[in-house]
């Protein structure tokens, strides 16, 4: 993990986790698994985990309601990013956004391409801000995520990285 880090106790944040296909289910699901495993042995609480298919309009409804819910701080997607006729996730989410986070998707195409190349291109992934909720659509890729959460998400979602981070700033989200 990249960063530099203060002695200040670690604050765990409150992670909803959703998984968008249209063919994978809880035992076919390693993407949503892995990022919900993750974010548990970094001590972080996944307070919510779902699969929904890849529609517009069944995605705003759960993207919404944490969105809407004080108790999540961090929303984490998995799928629904790339450019197929099906792929969904960015023309349901990024209406909801306040803010989008531009440098996410910027860092994490950067990222991927160690691994795989100009493919990289075809990934939608972005991060932003909605109602004070942090959210960022992944690619379905395990190797997608694990690369997202291991160089990004990891430091970023955990308070004692300097020279500053995501979870230091959940406190003034909401601010206007």
């Known amino acids: 993990m990249s960063g530099?880090?203060?002695e200040q106790p670690f604050l765990p944040l409150r992670i909803a986790n959703l998984?968008?296909?249209d063919s994978r289910g809880a035992d076919e699901d390693s993407s949503g698994?892995?990022?919900?495993d993750s974010a548990e042995s970094a001590g972080h609480e996944v307070v919510a985990k779902e699969i929904v298919?890849?529609?517009v309009y069944p995605l705003r409804a759960v993207f919404s309601r944490w969105i809407a819910d004080p108790e999540v701080h961090v929303i984490l997607s998995t799928g629904g990013t790339g450019v197929t006729g099906r792929d969904s996730t960015p023309e349901a989410v990024l209406p909801l956004l306040d803010k989008v986070v531009e440098g996410f998707g910027e860092l994490f195409r950067q990222l991927s391409f160690a691994d795989i190349g100009a493919s990289t291109l075809q990934s939608r992934a972005f991060g932003g801000l909605a109602n004070g909720t942090f959210v960022f659509c992944l690619p379905g890729s395990t190797g997608a995520c694990r690369t997202a959460w291991e160089q990004i998400l990891l430091p970023q979602l955990d308070i004692r990285t300097r020279p500053c981070n995501f979870a230091q700033l959940i406190p003034r989200l909401r601010e206007r």
């Open 4 to 6: 530099h880090f203060t």
């Open 19 to 21: 998984t968008v296909s």
């Open 33 to 36: 698994k892995l990022l919900k």
């Open 53 to 55: 298919r890849d529609d």
